[in-house]
Structure formats: C-alpha cells, structure tokens
C-alpha cells in the first residue's frame, strides 16, 4: 500500500517539476558582457515568453473545470473529503493559471493594443490575474 501511495505523491511531484521548469526556462535571459547588452536579450527572451501566452493558458482553464467536476462527483457521493483527482487537477490548474497570468502580462505589453481594444485587454487582465490569485 505505501508503494501505490508513494506513486500518487510521485505524480504531483514530477507535475510541479515540470511547470516550474517550463516557466524557468521561459523567464531565463541569455547572460551579456556588459549591463547595457543584458536589457535588449532580457527583452527578448519577456516578448518571446509573451507569445507563449495562447498555448499556455488552455490547459489551466481546462484542469480548473475538470477539478469542478470531481468535486460535483464528490458532493453528490456524499463525501466529505475531497478528491484526489480534484486537488491535482486545482493544485496544477492553478500553477498554470499563474504561468499563463505572466505570459500574458508579457503578451499584453509586447503586442501593443490601444484604442478601442484597450479597455478589454485590460479586463482580461485583470480577471485572469484573479483567476490564478
């Protein structure tokens, strides 16, 4: 029994692994000689990260909904405990809500909207960082 508990941590783990290293590895600049070279590769590398945002932000969207699901299951069972399919599903829909937050903050600034367009990017801004918060 411990071994089947020990492979049910050994999921979340390697699933927490994975997203942080997947937001590392996006938010890493190229090191420069000098300061004033280091700004337009951390430039770079924050405009590239912001065109990850579409990619990014489905999967959170979809863990959240399927989490809602399991605990639907859950209360209509009767249990009052929940889950374990649920809290993976919120635990990493959230990790991911907060990843496609900071590539669409980086997407919003790189891609420049204005006029009309601007006051709907900046609600779904804002509800997106609700969202992962």
């Given amino acids: 029994m411990s071994t089947d508990r020990s492979r049910a941590l050994s ?6 692994a994975f997203t942080l290293g997947f937001v590392a590895s ?13 700004a337009p590769a951390a430039e770079r590398v924050w405009i590239a990260a912001g065109k990850l945002h579409p990619m ?5 969207i979809a863990l959240l909904v399927v989490a809602l699901i399991f605990e639907c299951f859950r209360l209509r069972r009767g249990s009052y405990h929940p889950s374990p399919a ?14 496609a937050a900071v ?10 909207y204005g006029g009309t367009s601007a006051w709907l ?9 609700a969202t992962a918060g």
């Fill in 11 to 16: 999921l979340p783990f390697l699933a927490c």
């Fill in 26 to 38: 996006a938010a890493i600049a190229v090191p420069a000689a000098s300061a004033a070279a280091a």
């Fill in 56 to 60: 990014v932000v489905h999967f959170p």
């Fill in 86 to 99: 649920s809290v993976l599903c919120l635990l990493l829909g959230t990790m991911g809500a907060i990843a």
């Fill in 103 to 112: 590539l669409g903050w980086s997407s919003a600034e790189s891609a420049g």
């Fill in 121 to 129: 990017l900046n609600a779904h801004r804002w509800l997106g960082v």
